[in-house]
Every structure is written in structure tokens, then in C-alpha cells.
């Protein structure tokens, strides 16, 4: 199938892969710390605190909420203060990673010329980003009443049933909001190929180019994402079996690296699948770009 002849392309886009996954790391790393010396902080003074840290579960952390109610309006903070930074850091670097998808130069990408075209097309991303949200959140609204309707069905469905039907709400509401994210994927494609067109140009080229296409683009994004979810699944085996038996701070190190490794290679399927979404814009939309059999005739 076309879309795994981009595998190769994948592997020799390593720096631009990287630069993507250190950016989600620090995010993260940004997230969690702060939240995880408070928590150490007030725990540092108790003689049980070694055997909480080494056996560290939910129960925990809810324990400490309920207890100091103040740390949750804190810990809140802490997480949207971050996730507002990071929103905003990723519609910087959507300039350049959509420039190089669509051009198809994620191999050979200077990185001057990246940042470039981060900073250029910073302020429309930001644009596609606020139309986004509110999409998005009326899509989960609908969707939730949708699925709602379905459970109606399940009447007092338990056990397997009620898990599997569960399971089957849970993927219509993915699917729907999967659906949606690809027309910011479209419109972030065109504002790489078209950068000197008007916000509403953009959109127009983009719901042209996505209207024929979002059941192709579902059905390639999924073909990416089953082999990262059998990874995430190993990872959560290994994580529940063989790490907890270590325990301490080799079972902690062991499951931080098991994370990272899925987290790279969740970042490696979203540039997978945008590899081949930026091909196909490329040969349909080409704007600024030399279509991809021009410069085979012209090589």
C-alpha cells in the first residue's frame, strides 16, 4: 500500500522527528515537575514517604487532594499555564513542519528556512487553532449526545457487553473528532502551499481538497496508528508486569524509558501519516510547490 512506501522517508526525517518529540517531552517534563516537588515537598517530612515514592499509585495523589484542597486549584494551574505554552509553541513549529511535509523535503530541511516559515505563518496557524477549539467541542458535545442515544440500547447491559459497548461510544467520539482534525491538517497543508492567500481562501482550498477525501484520510491515519497502539499496549503489559516487579527507582527509571520510547514513536506515526498527507495535497494543490512528477521529468 502507498502510504508504507513513506516508512523510508520516515526513518531519514530523524531530526525533524526529534525535534517534534523533545518538544512534547519538555512539555510534559514542564507539566509534571512542578506538581511532582510539591507533592515530594509535602511527603519529605513523613518517615513514610520512601514507601509511598516506591510504590506510587492514583490513590496517592487523590489522598493528597483531598486532603490539601488547595493544591488542586494550584496543580490546575500549573497544568494550563502549560498547556496554554505549549498550544502556542506547537502553531510556531506547525510553520515549518507543514512547509516540510508539503514540500516534501523532511529529509534535506534546512533549518534556517524551517524556522522561517515558523515564524511567517505563526499569527494563520493561530487563526486555525482558535476556529478549531470551539469546532471541536461542539463535535464532543453532538458526539456524546449521540453515543448517548446508542447506550439507551445497551438498556442494563453489565460485564463484557456493557464493557465492549462502551468501548464502541468511546471510538464513534474518537472517529468524529479524528474527522474533524483533519481538516485542520488540510487547512495547515494550504496554508504552506498558498502562504500569500487570504485567511478565507485557505479555508475554502482547504474544505475543497479535504470534502473527497476525509474517508481515505481516516482510513490511512488508522492504518499509522494500529502499529503504535500494539506498541502502547506492550509498553502498558510490560509496565503492569515486568517493571512493577523491580520496583524502586529501577522500576521508575524502567517505566520512563518504556514511556518515552512509545512517546517517540507516537510522534513518529503523527509525521508518518502527515508525510503522505503532505504528498497527496502536493499533487492535488500543488500552490508554491513543483508537483512531485514535474521534478521527476525535470531530474
Same mark, same amino acid.
Given at each position: 500500500m502507498e502510504i508504507f512506501r513513506h516508512i523510508r522517508q520516515l526513518w531519514q526525517s530523524r531530526g525533524l522527528l526529534f525535534l517534534i518529540y523533545a518538544i512534547k517531552a519538555v512539555a510534559a517534563l514542564v507539566t509534571v515537575m512542578p506538581i511532582y516537588l510539591t507533592v515530594n515537598s509535602l511527603l519529605?517530612?513523613?518517615?513514610?514517604?520512601r514507601?509511598?515514592?516506591?510504590?506510587?499509585? /492514583?490513590s496517592v495523589l487523590l489522598e493528597i487532594f483531598i486532603r490539601r484542597e488547595e493544591l488542586l486549584s494550584m496543580s490546575l494551574a500549573m497544568v494550563i499555564t502549560a498547556a496554554v505554552i505549549y498550544l502556542v509553541l506547537m502553531?510556531?513549529? !506547525?510553520g515549518g513542519l507543514y512547509f516540510a511535509v508539503v514540500s516534501g523535503r523532511t529529509r534535506e530541511m534546512e533549518w534556517g528556512e524551517f524556522f522561517a516559515e515558523?515564524?511567517? #505563518?505563526?499569527? #494563520?496557524? /493561530?487563526?486555525i487553532t482558535l476556529l478549531m477549539l470551539p469546532v471541536y467541542v461542539l463535535l464532543f458535545m453532538a458526539a456524546v449526545f449521540f453515543v448517548g442515544i446508542i447506550g439507551l440500547a445497551g438498556g442494563d447491559m453489565v460485564g463484557t457487553p456493557a464493557l465492549i459497548l462502551n468501548l464502541f461510544k468511546v471510538i464513534i467520539i474518537y472517529l468524529i473528532l479524528l474527522a474533524a482534525s483533519f481538516? @485542520?491538517?488540510s487547512a495547515r497543508a494550504t496554508l504552506a502551499a498558498f502562504p500569500?492567500? @487570504?485567511? *478565507?481562501?485557505?479555508?475554502?482550498i482547504a474544505a475543497d481538497y479535504y470534502r473527497p477525501r476525509v474517508a481515505r484520510l481516516t482510513r490511512l491515519f488508522l492504518l499509522t496508528f494500529l502499529p503504535f497502539l500494539l506498541i502502547w499496549l506492550i509498553v502498558e503489559w510490560l509496565t503492569a508486569t515486568i517493571v512493577? #516487579?523491580?520496583g524502586g527507582t529501577v522500576g521508575l527509571v524502567l517505566e520512563f524509558i518504556l514511556f518515552q520510547v512509545a512517546a517517540y514513536l507516537r510522534s513518529g506515526q503523527k509525521l508518518w501519516f502527515l508525510i503522505f498527507l503532505g504528498k497527496d495535497f *502536493?499533487? !492535488?494543490?500543488?500552490? *508554491?510547490?513543483?508537483?512531485?512528477q514535474v521534478e521527476l521529468k525535470l531530474g
Amino acid at each position: 500500500m502507498e502510504i508504507f512506501r513513506h516508512i523510508r522517508q520516515l526513518w531519514q526525517s530523524r531530526g525533524l522527528l526529534f525535534l517534534i518529540y523533545a518538544i512534547k517531552a519538555v512539555a510534559a517534563l514542564v507539566t509534571v515537575m512542578p506538581i511532582y516537588l510539591t507533592v515530594n515537598s509535602l511527603l519529605a517530612h513523613s518517615s513514610f514517604s520512601r514507601t509511598l515514592l516506591s510504590g506510587w499509585d /492514583m490513590s496517592v495523589l487523590l489522598e493528597i487532594f483531598i486532603r490539601r484542597e488547595e493544591l488542586l486549584s494550584m496543580s490546575l494551574a500549573m497544568v494550563i499555564t502549560a498547556a496554554v505554552i505549549y498550544l502556542v509553541l506547537m502553531q510556531f513549529i !506547525n510553520g515549518g513542519l507543514y512547509f516540510a511535509v508539503v514540500s516534501g523535503r523532511t529529509r534535506e530541511m534546512e533549518w534556517g528556512e524551517f524556522f522561517a516559515e515558523c515564524g511567517r #505563518n505563526f499569527n #494563520n496557524h /493561530m487563526k486555525i487553532t482558535l476556529l478549531m477549539l470551539p469546532v471541536y467541542v461542539l463535535l464532543f458535545m453532538a458526539a456524546v449526545f449521540f453515543v448517548g442515544i446508542i447506550g439507551l440500547a445497551g438498556g442494563d447491559m453489565v460485564g463484557t457487553p456493557a464493557l465492549i459497548l462502551n468501548l464502541f461510544k468511546v471510538i464513534i467520539i474518537y472517529l468524529i473528532l479524528l474527522a474533524a482534525s483533519f481538516f @485542520s491538517d488540510s487547512a495547515r497543508a494550504t496554508l504552506a502551499a498558498f502562504p500569500d492567500h @487570504s485567511f *478565507r481562501e485557505i479555508l475554502k482550498i482547504a474544505a475543497d481538497y479535504y470534502r473527497p477525501r476525509v474517508a481515505r484520510l481516516t482510513r490511512l491515519f488508522l492504518l499509522t496508528f494500529l502499529p503504535f497502539l500494539l506498541i502502547w499496549l506492550i509498553v502498558e503489559w510490560l509496565t503492569a508486569t515486568i517493571v512493577g #516487579n523491580w520496583g524502586g527507582t529501577v522500576g521508575l527509571v524502567l517505566e520512563f524509558i518504556l514511556f518515552q520510547v512509545a512517546a517517540y514513536l507516537r510522534s513518529g506515526q503523527k509525521l508518518w501519516f502527515l508525510i503522505f498527507l503532505g504528498k497527496d495535497f *502536493r499533487s !492535488n494543490r500543488e500552490g *508554491r510547490f513543483v508537483p512531485e512528477q514535474v521534478e521527476l521529468k525535470l531530474g
